[in-house]
């Protein structure tokens, strides 16, 4: 870290950027006092990792699960949903059909996933918990955060997030279900969204976006789960947006 100018050295730092604001640090004549330099150093070096663990903080509590007529989501287990003991003599191909027919004519999002793809998206979960989607908009495009939260994912805006913090609600949760991941080879995947702030064909889209982002085929698109997670003031929004200009094909086709 290097102060810049000639009469007046200034420092600017970015707190937190993804939900927190810029603090400037002065360090006047800092030229003449090399031990005045060392003690702003060690104390702008201080806030920084402040504002990290901060930031880190903030960020490990997931939105609020979404409750209304439909009673709260996610559901604790997979009884909820279907009785599991009717198909546990079923094929892996037979319970994905069930599955698809329970839902098909239901508001949410849902899918039947590989054991190998849903081991790939938790193992890089485990590491980058949490990540930004570009939303398109009529006017550009909405940050979406979303958030893992063991075999939950939590999906709410990132302008509501940094107002609200733990308080914003989720405005799309998705649950998976791994009764069958061992027997099967399948995990069970459904998820409901909030109407105000999401359709389905957008829930749909974040979805898949996660998938791209987390499932075996992330590529390249590891590196910005790393630099969100592990490097962010080296995170840039716009990186986001272009990535998903390369994907936009893959996500908006809704079938």
């Known amino acids: 870290m290097t102060c810049v100018g000639n009469d007046a050295h200034h420092v600017a730092v970015k707190t937190s950027?993804?939900?927190?604001?810029?603090?400037?640090?002065?360090?006047?004549?800092l030229g003449e006092n090399p031990e005045e330099y060392e003690r702003k150093l060690e104390e702008l070096e201080k806030k920084l990792k402040e504002a990290e663990e901060s930031r880190k903080k903030e960020l490990s509590e997931p939105?609020?699960?979404?409750?209304?007529?439909?009673?709260s989501w996610p559901p604790k287990t997979l009884n909820e949903i279907m009785k599991v003991e009717m198909v546990q003599d079923k094929s892996a191909e037979e319970v994905e059909e069930i599955w698809k027919q329970h839902h098909l004519h239901k508001d949410g999002v849902f899918s039947v996933i590989k054991k190998s793809d849903f081991d790939a998206m938790m193992s890089n979960a485990g590491e980058f918990p949490t990540f930004i989607y570009a939303l398109p908009r009529a006017d550009g495009y909405e940050f979406i955060l979303s958030q893992f939260s063991?075999?939950?994912?939590?999906f709410t805006s990132l302008q509501m997030?940094?107002?609200?913090?733990?308080?914003?609600?989720?405005?799309?949760?998705?649950?998976?279900?791994?009764?069958?991941?061992?027997?099967?080879?399948i995990v069970l995947m459904a998820g409901k969204f909030d109407e105000k702030f999401l359709n389905q064909m957008?829930?749909?889209?974040?979805?898949?976006?996660?998938?791209?982002?987390?499932?075996?085929?992330?590529?390249?698109?590891?590196?910005?789960?790393?630099?969100?997670?592990?490097?962010?003031?080296s995170f840039n929004h716009m990186d986001v947006i272009e990535e998903y200009k390369k994907i936009r094909q893959k996500v908006e086709l809704f079938a």
Do not use: W
């Open 150 to 154: 063991e075999n939950n994912v939590y």
């Open 63 to 71: 939105p609020k699960p979404l409750t209304g007529k439909t009673g």
């Open 17 to 29: 950027p993804h939900v927190g604001k810029s603090e400037d640090l002065k360090c006047d004549n």
């Open 202 to 233: 957008e829930a749909v889209n974040l979805v898949k976006q996660m998938a791209l982002f987390y499932g075996t085929d992330s590529g390249e698109r590891r590196h910005l789960l790393a630099a969100f997670n592990n490097s962010p003031t």
């Open 161 to 185: 997030f940094q107002m609200l913090k733990e308080n914003a609600q989720a405005s799309l949760t998705i649950a998976h279900f791994t009764d069958f991941k061992d027997t099967k080879g």
